[in-house]
């Protein structure tokens, strides 16, 4: 599966982004779909992420309250509406795709390109 991200930008503190990731070729799978992102000089961080169904969501204490994960299946899309961005928040953001069961501890087999996001402060 191919998964291709979308909707980065720079934003003032205090902004909302929508962050969209399309997934492509071998869609007919059960994937649950995350975000994870990188700061400069910092590891990976695993944002948010969602099961099929989208009946269960996970979210990193540094982002809840704040971003939403959501699907649509029929359009093979996934969405992180972040509001009330941070400084701390800018980082490139990847879309990931799973279907191994591993999701919600942050185990993605399938990898897009990243997106990038500053926000100002």
């Known amino acids: 599966v191919q998964l291709q991200a979308s909707g980065g930008g720079l934003v003032q503190a205090g902004a909302s982004l929508r962050l969209s990731c399309a997934a492509s070729?071998?869609?007919?799978?059960?994937?649950?779909m995350g975000w994870f992102r990188q700061a400069p000089g910092k590891e990976r961080e695993y944002v948010a992420g969602i099961n099929w169904s989208g009946s269960n969501t996970y979210y990193a204490d540094s982002v809840k309250g704040r971003f939403t994960i959501s699907r649509a299946n029929a359009k093979n899309t996934v969405y992180l509406q972040m509001n009330n961005l941070k400084p701390e928040d800018t980082a490139v953001y990847y879309c990931?795709?799973?279907?191994?069961?591993?999701?919600?501890?942050?185990?993605?087999?399938?990898w897009g390109q990243g997106t990038l996001v500053t926000v100002s402060s």
């Open positions: 990931a795709a799973d279907d191994s069961g591993g999701w919600y501890s942050g185990g993605y087999e399938y």
């Open positions: 070729g071998r869609t007919g799978g059960r994937y649950a």
